[in-house]
C-alpha cells in the first residue's frame, strides 16, 4: 500500500527557515515524479514544486511565488522527499502536502504557519 | 502558465440530482486533466485522471468528458457523502495549475 506521510510544519517568524519531509512507503520516490503542493487558510490548490522521476530526467521545477527561496530534493536511502523552505513570508502560511505526479497519492498534509 | 476557469464557483443542490461542473483551459492540455473532491481538513482525492478515467474505488455515478481544452465533471445523482469542493487541475505543463474550486452545497 503507498502512503506518504509529510512532518516538519509549525510556527516560524517571518524571514525564518524550515524543512518539510515526505516519507514515502509501497514505492520508490526515485522512480516517480513527485510535487510539493499547498493551501492557505480557506484558500485553493497551489502547485509549488515538482521533482521529475530518474527515467525523465530527475529536474526540478518551482512555482514564481517560492522560486530562489525553496528547495525540492529527494534521499533515495530514505525513501523520503523534502522541501528545504529559506526566507518564508506571511503569505507561504499554508497546509503543505506531497503528492505522486498522476495526483493519486497525497500525504495528510503539514501546517506552515508564518507569523511574528 | 496555463490558467484554469472552472465554473460554477458555488452551487446548491440536492440529493438525487444531476450536477455538472465545466473547466476551461487557456491552452490544450491535450488529456492531462485531474478531478479531485476534497473535504475540510482532508487531502484532495483523486476522481479522474486523464480526463475521463475513473479511479479505482470511486463511484460510477462520477464521470469526466472533454479534451482539449474544455472538460466537464459530471455527477449523476448527488449522495449526501458528496457535498464537498471539487477541483480541476491541468498536469500538462509545469507550473501545474488548478481550477478555483466548485463548492457543493445542500441545497
Known amino acids: 500500500e503507498v502512503q506518504l506521510v509529510e512532518s516538519g510544519g509549525g510556527l516560524v517568524q517571518p524571514g525564518g527557515s524550515l524543512r518539510l519531509s515526505c516519507a514515502a512507503s509501497?514505492?520508490?520516490?526515485?522512480?516517480?515524479?513527485m510535487s510539493w503542493y499547498r493551501q492557505a487558510p480557506g484558500k485553493g490548490l497551489e502547485w509549488v514544486s515538482m521533482?521529475?522521476?530518474?527515467?525523465?530526467?530527475?529536474?526540478?521545477y518551482y512555482a514564481d511565488s517560492v522560486k530562489g527561496r525553496f528547495t525540492i530534493s529527494r534521499d533515495k536511502s530514505r525513501n523520503t522527499l523534502f522541501l528545504q523552505m529559506h526566507s518564508l513570508r506571511s503569505e507561504d502560511t499554508a497546509v503543505y502536502y506531497c503528492?505522486?505526479?498522476?495526483?493519486?497519492?497525497w500525504g495528510q498534509g503539514t501546517l506552515v504557519t508564518v507569523s511574528s | 502558465d496555463i490558467q484554469m476557469t472552472q465554473s460554477p464557483s458555488s452551487l446548491s443542490a440536492s440529493v438525487g440530482d444531476r450536477v455538472t461542473i465545466t473547466c476551461r483551459a487557456s491552452?490544450?492540455?491535450?488529456?492531462?486533466l485531474n478531478w479531485y473532491q476534497q473535504k475540510p481538513g482532508k487531502a484532495p482525492k483523486l476522481l479522474i485522471s486523464?480526463?475521463?478515467s475513473l479511479q479505482s474505488g470511486v463511484p460510477s455515478r462520477f464521470s469526466g468528458g472533454g479534451s482539449g481544452t474544455e472538460f466537464t465533471l459530471t455527477i449523476s445523482s448527488l449522495q449526501p457523502e458528496d457535498f464537498a469542493t471539487y477541483y480541476c487541475?491541468?498536469?500538462?505543463?509545469?507550473?501545474?495549475?488548478f481550477g478555483t474550486g466548485t463548492r457543493v452545497d445542500i441545497k
Open positions: 503528492a505522486t505526479r498522476k495526483g493519486d497519492y
Open positions: 509501497g514505492f520508490t520516490v526515485s522512480s516517480d515524479s
Open positions: 521533482f521529475y522521476s530518474e527515467t525523465t530526467g530527475g529536474s526540478q
Open positions: 491552452q490544450a492540455v491535450n488529456s492531462y
Open positions: 486523464s480526463a475521463s
Open positions: 487541475q491541468q498536469i500538462y505543463s509545469t507550473p501545474l495549475t
